[in-house]
């Protein structure tokens, strides 16, 4: 049971790159989010789902965007990547209130 | 607005001795409250959950955690430590029914000597 699955797991970026994070679950969930994890800072939502092609903004939205086209898949894209977008990415899928994470996705902007 | 307040950024306990996390809440309704925990280089794992059902929670790996309505807090504790519990732990409180989200604490990480 692979649950909510990050690929990649690493990558590094040149300044006004772009690239797509891919979030998959096999859980039949209807929502799901997109976090960002900063020393210090907690876990802060940058979008989320509350279901197949539905969107939704969070807390921190600007410069990412996101697309669910398929109820597993939760994509989450930067158009053209900054250093202040360095962070460690968590997908998450939740059901009755718990949400389940997947191992996150650190990135670095250079 | 609702928030959570961790009151402490870092806890150091010696193994065997009793584990004390502490959460604070605020909210203009009655919320859920969650610990999630976070093993070096892992995803955040539940540990338990309160959902206006019984005040005192037990979850897992032997934590439980107290809701207390008049001090609004949620206090996370464990009768000894183990060098396992050595994480990050994350206080969560639900944001109103309906709209899906959910806001974290800034996190207490817990260190355990041997």
């Known amino acids: 049971n692979a649950g909510v699955t990050q690929t990649p797991k690493f990558r590094v970026l040149k300044t006004g790159q772009s690239m797509t994070l891919l979030c998959a679950q096999d859980m039949n969930h209807e929502y799901m989010y997109w976090y960002r994890q900063d020393p210090g800072m907690g876990l802060r939502l940058i979008h989320y789902s509350v279901g197949e092609g539905t969107t939704a903004k969070g807390e921190v939205p600007d410069g990412y965007n996101v697309s669910r086209l398929k109820k597993q898949n939760f994509l989450l894209g930067l158009e053209s990547a900054a250093p202040s977008q360095t962070s460690v990415y968590f997908c998450?899928?939740?059901?009755?209130?718990?949400?389940?994470f997947g191992a996150g996705t650190r990135l670095s902007v250079l | 607005a609702q928030s959570v307040t961790q009151l402490d950024s870092h806890v150091s306990v010696s193994e065997g001795t009793p584990v004390l996390l502490r959460c604070n809440y605020s909210?203009?309704?009655?919320?859920?409250l969650f610990w999630y925990v976070q093993h070096p280089n892992k995803g955040l794992q539940l540990l338990l959950k309160y959902t206006s059902a019984a005040t005192l929670v037990k979850g897992i790996n032997g934590f439980e955690a107290e809701f207390k309505k008049s001090e609004t807090s949620f206090h996370l504790t464990k009768p000894s430590a183990h060098m396992s519990d050595a994480a990050e732990y994350f206080c969560?409180?639900?944001?109103?029914?309906?709209?899906?989200?959910?806001?974290f604490g800034t996190g207490t990480r817990l260190k355990v000597l041997a």
């Open positions: 969560v409180v639900s944001a109103p029914s309906g709209t899906y989200k959910y806001i």
């Open positions: 909210s203009s309704y009655s919320p859920s």
């Open positions: 998450a899928s939740s059901v009755g209130n718990i949400q389940y």
